[in-house]
């Protein structure tokens, strides 16, 4: 049988697998969850990789990409269903005492718990990588289709986490339910973001070509969460009312703020 912590280590690589809104690599779940910083690198290396080969043929890792995935949607809808997954149990296990005392929540995946995982990992992404001008550009005056090898710095200095984490943490925000008792401790961690990184959050979105990705993703947050509303509002007031390379023109203190944090 699995140890607890094996356990706990396959439901968090397959919840990822499941609900992530964009497939990942191996190194990327690595990279993903070595933000928690719970464990040493290596440790958490081999734990993911454990976890990917023992949950096959559930899932695979597509060539030549690389990227995990479920291998049947079907499935990816089963272990999210409570009562389908004691039912099947229930018919595959004759003992009835035994099916009855079975603990369905051991292999379902919860999807507002997981999904509370997701947006966590995603906001320690973005506060930890966050920053003024993170492709190192000489200048900010020329439209970013004439940035010589823009695809290189981008993928260098921001990477495939850091694009995902920009663009779903708020998909992952609205799965989380309203009494989910996870929200309450990452309303911090949102919090920093809104008020510390959004113009490093824009600039992202415009180098990895999501900005139009910034005003659903406003949106969505100001439905799902009180943290910063008023702020939120202010910042779709100004999207919507002017391009997003102008915000720092409109408020330059604000952007020398967030360039020194």
């Known amino acids: 049988g699995l140890t607890e912590e094996e356990h706990d280590d396959m439901m968090t690589v397959l919840g990822i697998i499941v609900f992530s809104k964009d497939a990942l690599r191996v190194s990327e779940l690595v990279e993903l969850l070595a933000v928690r910083g719970d464990r040493p690198l290596d440790e958490l290396r081999s734990a993911v990789e454990w976890a990917i080969d ?13 990227l ?23 018919n ?64 260098e200095n921001i990477g495939r986490v850091l694009t995902y984490a920009c663009g779903h943490w708020a998909k992952h925000l609205a799965d989380v339910d309203d009494g989910d008792p996870t929200l309450s401790d990452l309303r911090p961690l949102l919090s920093q973001v809104l008020t510390e990184h959004t113009l490093h959050w824009l600039e992202v979105l415009s180098l990895t070509k999501l900005v139009h990705h910034a005003v659903p993703t406003l949106m969505t947050a100001a439905m799902s969460t009180q943290v910063c509303l008023a702020y939120i509002i202010l910042l779709l ?25």
């Not at 049947?72 to 272990?79: C, G, L, N, W």
């Not at 079975?102 to 919860?110: G, M, Q, R, S, Y």
């Open 92 to 155: 595959l296990v004759h003992d009835k005492e035994s099916a009855s005392a079975f603990d369905p929540n051991t292999i379902t995946l919860n999807r507002s718990h997981r999904n509370a995982l997701l947006l966590q990992l995603c906001l320690q992404v973005m506060n930890g990588k966050l920053k003024f001008n993170i492709c190192q550009l000489s200048t900010s005056s020329i439209p970013n289709a004439e940035v010589k090898d823009l695809d290189t710095l981008v993928a």
């Open 54 to 66: 023992n949950l096959r043929p559930l899932v695979s890792v597509r060539d030549p990409d690389q």
């Open 237 to 261: 007031c100004l999207l919507t009312a002017s391009p997003c390379r102008s915000l720092t023109k409109t408020f330059p203190n604000c952007a020398k703020m967030q360039a020194s944090s």
């Open 68 to 90: 995990v995935q479920v291998c049947h949607k079907t499935f990816a809808d089963f272990v999210e269903d409570e009562a389908r997954v004691r039912s099947s149990v229930t």
